[in-house]
C-alpha cells in the first residue's frame, strides 16, 4: 500500500464490452491509494455508464472537448500533464488507430497528444480478427515505437462467442504493468538470482523431507528486482504461486537440484539473494518402493533413517564469486537470534546476512511479514521493523546497490 497513494491516474475508457471491465480497474486504483480521473469516449458511454463511473471514481467523468466549463476547470493540457500515468483500458482498434496517427478528435485522444514524455499504457482489447488484422498491428508497433506501453491483449473467450487473442489483460496485470511504467528502470542491465521456498527430499516413491517454506519471501524479492528492470532468475522448490511478471523461473524439487540450477546461472548474475529454505539433509537412500509399516501382530521397532548433509548453495555461491558480485543470504533462527547470525555470517562468507526470528508472530515461514535483523561483513547492524515480504524485498535491494562498486 505506499506505492500507489501518492500518484494520480487518468484512466481513459474506449468503446469496447470490456469497459465494463474497467470498473473494476478504478475501484482498485482508489482501493491502493490513488487519485483517479475517468476520460471516456463517446463510445465508451454506450457501453457503460456516466453513473456508474462517477458512483465508482468518486469524481466527475470527463468527456468533452469543447465544453468550455470542463475547459477552465481542466484544460487537457493540464490534464494529460499533472497525471502519473495515463492508463487506456480498453483501449480499442479504433483509439488505437486514431492515436497512431496522431489524431486529437476528442478529448481522450487530445490529452494524450498533449502528453510529453510520461507514462502511457494501453490495454488493447477487441476481437481477435481485428486484434491480428495488419492495419490494427502497424499501429501497435507505431505506438510502441513511439514509446507508449503495452498490457496485453490475453487470449481466451470474448464477449462475442469467440476464442483468441483480444481479451483486455486482467486487472492485476494492468495494475502491475502500470507501477512498472512508473519505476525508474535502476535496476536495467543488472542480473540478480534469487532461490526460493523448499526442498524436498524423497524418502520413497510418495515420501520426502521437507519445511513449511511457501516461497513468498524469494517472490517478493524476484517481483521487487524486476521492478526496478533487472533480469531475475528465479530457482525454487515446490511452491503454489504463479510465476512473477518478467522473471525466469526455474522450477527444482531436491537441495542437489536446486545447487545445480543456482551454480548454472551464478557466473552471469550481479547478485544473488538466497531465500530459500534448503534442506541441510537428503535421506542417504530413496527406496524404490513404498516404506511398509510392520506386518499388524509383529514386533515394533523404532524406524532409522540416515541422512547425509546436501550441497551448501550458499557457501559455494560465495566460493565461486568474482569481485563486484554481492552475495547475501537468509538466516532462519529460532533461538539467540542475533548471536546466531553474526556466527553464520562469518561463516557463510556472505556480504549480508537477513536474519528472521522464524518463531515471532507475523515473521519468516508462510506469512506476508518479516522483521529482519541485516547484519553485513563490515559490521553494519540494521533492525527493521516488522513489514510486507514486499517492502523487506525493497530494502534488501536497496542494500545491495550500496555494496555495487559501480552503482
Ligand atoms: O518462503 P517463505 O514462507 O516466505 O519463508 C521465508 C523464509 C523463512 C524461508 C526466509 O525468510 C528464510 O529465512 N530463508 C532461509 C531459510 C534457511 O534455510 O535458513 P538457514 O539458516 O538454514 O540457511 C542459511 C542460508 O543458507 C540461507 O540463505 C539458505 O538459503 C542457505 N542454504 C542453506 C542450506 C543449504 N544446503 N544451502 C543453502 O544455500
Redesign the pocket.
Known amino acids: 500500500m505506499t506505492f500507489w497513494p501518492s500518484k494520480r491516474v487518468v484512466v481513459g475508457i474506449g468503446g469496447g464490452i470490456a469497459a465494463y471491465k474497467t470498473v473494476d480497474l478504478i475501484r482498485r486504483l482508489r482501493e491502493q491509494g490513488a487519485q483517479v480521473t475517468v476520460v471516456v469516449t463517446a463510445a465508451a458511454l454506450q457501453f457503460i455508464t456516466r453513473m456508474t463511473l462517477q458512483a465508482i471514481s468518486g469524481a466527475k467523468v470527463w468527456d468533452d472537448l469543447f465544453a468550455l466549463d470542463q475547459e477552465q476547470e481542466m484544460g487537457h493540457i493540464r490534464l494529460a500533464r499533472a497525471a502519473d500515468l495515463v492508463i487506456v483500458a480498453p483501449a480499442t482498434a479504433d483509439l488505437l488507430a486514431r492515436l497512431a496517427c496522431g489524431q486529437a478528435d476528442d478529448l481522450l485522444t487530445t490529452l494524450l497528444l498533449a502528453r510529453a514524455g510520461q507514462p502511457v499504457l494501453l490495454a488493447p482489447a477487441m476481437n481477435p480478427a481485428m486484434w491480428h488484422h495488419p492495419a490494427t498491428q502497424r499501429n501497435v508497433a507505431r505506438l510502441q515505437a513511439d514509446g507508449l506501453l503495452l498490457v496485453g491483449p490475453e487470449s481466451g473467450a470474448m464477449a462475442c462467442g469467440e476464442e483468441g487473442m483480444g481479451r483486455l489483460a486482467t486487472t492485476e496485470a494492468i495494475l502491475e504493468a502500470g507501477r512498472r511504467a512508473m519505476t525508474p528502470a535502476r535496476w536495467q542491465g543488472r542480473r540478480l538470482l534469487v532461490?526460493?521456498?523448499p526442498t524436498c527430499e524423497a524418502l520413497d516413491p510418495v515420501r520426502y523431507l521437507g519445511n513449511?517454506?511457501?516461497?513468498?519471501?524469494?517472490w517478493a524479492v524476484a517481483l521487487a528486482a524486476a521492478r526496478l528492470g533487472a533480469e531475475v532468475q528465479l530457482v525454487h522448490g515446490p511452491i503454489a504461486l504463479p510465476p512473477p511478471d518478467g522473471v525466469r523461473t526455474v522450477a527444482v524439487t531436491s537441495?542437489a537440484e536446486m545447487y545445480q540450477a543456482a551454480m548454472a546461472r551464478w557466473p552471469d548474475c550481479h547478485a544473488a539473494i538466497?531465500?530459500?529454505?534448503?534442506?541441510?539433509f537428503r535421506p542417504q537412500f530413496c527406496q524404490t518402493d513404498k516404506i511398509k509399516k510392520p506386518a499388524q501382530g509383529a514386533e515394533q521397532q523404532p524406524m532409522t533413517l540416515v541422512l547425509q548433509q546436501?550441497?551448501?548453495?550458499?557457501a559455494a555461491v560465495v566460493a565461486q564469486r568474482r569481485p563486484g558480485q554481492v552475495v547475501v543470504?537468509?538466516?532462519?533462527?529460532t533461538t539467540d537470534v542475533e548471536q546466531q547470525g553474526w556466527d553464520?555470517l562469518r561463516r557463510?562468507g556472505c556480504d549480508l546476512l537477513a536474519v528472521?526470528d522464524?518463531t515471532a508472530a507475523g515473521c519468516?515461514?508462510?506469512v506476508d511479514t518479516?522483521q529482519i535483523l541485516l547484519l553485513g561483513q563490515q559490521g553494519q547492524r540494521q533492525s527493521w521493523p516488522m513489514l510486507t515480504?514486499e517492502e523487506t524485498a525493497e530494502r534488501l535491494l536497496g542494500a545491495v546497490e550500496e555494496l555495487w562498486p559501480d552503482y
Do not use: P
Not at 538466497?274 to 541441510?280: E, I, N, R
Not at 546436501?310 to 550458499?314: A, G, K, V
Open positions: 532461490t526460493a521456498g513449511r517454506s511457501s516461497g513468498k519471501m524469494g537441495a538466497l531465500t530459500a529454505a534448503v534442506a541441510d546436501t550441497e551448501d548453495i550458499l543470504g537468509f538466516a532462519a533462527e553464520k557463510k528472521n522464524v519468516g515461514f508462510e518479516n515480504k
